[in-house]
């Protein structure tokens, strides 16, 4: 297993206290005390001192919910699905690679984002850049604005996949109002990456005006050409 990442979920700006382990190392989680101290605080009075420990295996990760009277949920962001730590339950092994754990609090639940590539992966048939090299067949440039304008439609559910939404041309514009883009410049890039990107076509008649941001949010979802990981790209809501 590759390194994994674990960090505070995001809240609208980028994330903080970051923490990556290797196999065989763990960190704890909770509100914390000068005498318990936490490697990721949850700065909530309801959430145990010491609510739980997160270790990385070779090919998956643990959790242990150390609370005595709630539960916490392990939700799977690629798949849907999750898993649901019951109190006390000790060294819950996770075969998601991308999480979001829902610790409740007394105000809201606390959340923190687990990114492992757990996944076994062959290696690539030929070097990089080599004559029979296979071409990607959707290469993105995260860098780019159009991926920006992917990312703000996307949000909603890389945040909760239970959520059927896509954020409509103004609104993605008001999201990204800090480039400074103007509604047709969004309705282009909606374009190019629903015609020249995805090669998506009208899925017939009936089609609302709505088809294609619908469509590019569930074939880049479908195929996880953007992750949660990439919500950090987006400026500060």
């Not at 639940?109 to 076994?120: D, E, G, I, S, Y």
Request: aromatic residues 8%.
């Amino acid at each position: 297993m590759e390194v994994i990442t674990v960090q505070r979920d995001f809240q609208g700006s980028t994330a903080v206290e970051t923490r990556h382990l290797r196999p065989g190392e763990s960190i704890t989680f909770g509100r914390g005390t000068a005498d318990t101290p936490v490697d990721l605080r949850l700065d909530d009075p309801a959430v145990s001192r010491k609510a739980g420990q997160l270790r990385a295996v070779k090919d998956y990760w643990e959790i242990s919910n150390l609370s005595r009277r709630y539960a916490y949920v392990v939700e799977n962001l690629e798949g849907g699905g999750f898993v649901r730590l019951s109190p006390g339950t000790v060294d819950a092994p996770i075969p998601f690679e991308t999480a979001r754990v829902r610790v409740p609090g007394r105000q809201d639940q606390l959340t923190f984002l687990v990114l492992a590539p757990l996944k076994r992966r062959l290696a690539t048939e030929h070097d990089p850049g080599g004559a029979t090299s296979t071409p990607q067949p959707y290469p993105l440039d995260p860098a780019a604005k159009y991926f920006l304008v992917l990312a703000a439609l996307c949000e909603p559910q890389l945040r909760d996949p239970a959520r059927d939404r896509v954020p409509s041309v103004p609104e993605v514009r008001q999201r990204l109002a800090a480039l400074g883009l103007s509604r047709s410049a969004i309705n282009y890039h909606v374009d190019f990456l629903a015609g020249t990107k995805f090669r998506l076509q009208p899925p017939g008649q009936g089609a609302g005006v709505d088809w294609k941001p619908r469509s590019i949010v569930k074939h880049a979802l479908r195929f996880g050409l953007i992750t949660p990981a990439h919500l950090v790209l987006l400026p500060p809501a």
